[in-house]
């Protein structure tokens, strides 16, 4: 694929599809990967966002997230296995 490690970063909402099988499917590219469970008030700035970051993600990947989900509302880091719950407790 065309997609290069240093310039893109891959932002995942799809629900219940884990990281590791994202950067299996990239894999050898290491390319990063943050999962993502905003919800639907996001459309009114009012979203409650959960993400978590992959193996290969450093810290401006998790800074990237956090900037484009704080703008549409809150959003914080959490572990992956926690994201499922955040999608069933925000209405995802």
């Given at each position: 694929s065309g997609l290069d490690?240093?310039?893109?970063?891959?932002?995942?909402?799809?629900?219940?599809?884990?990281?590791?099988?994202?950067?299996?499917?990239?894999?050898?590219?290491?390319?990063?990967?943050?999962?993502?469970?905003?919800?639907?008030?996001?459309?009114?700035?009012?979203s409650a966002s959960g993400y978590a970051v992959g193996s290969n993600c450093k810290d401006t990947h998790a800074k990237l997230a956090d900037k484009i989900f704080n703008s549409v509302g809150v959003a914080k880091p959490v572990p992956e296995k926690l994201l499922d719950a955040v999608t069933g407790l925000s209405g995802s």
């Open positions: 490690k240093d310039k893109h970063t891959i932002i995942s909402i799809a629900a219940g599809k884990k990281i590791q099988s994202m950067e299996a499917a990239l894999h050898p590219k290491p390319i990063p990967v943050v999962r993502v469970m905003p919800n639907t008030p996001c459309l009114v700035n009012e």
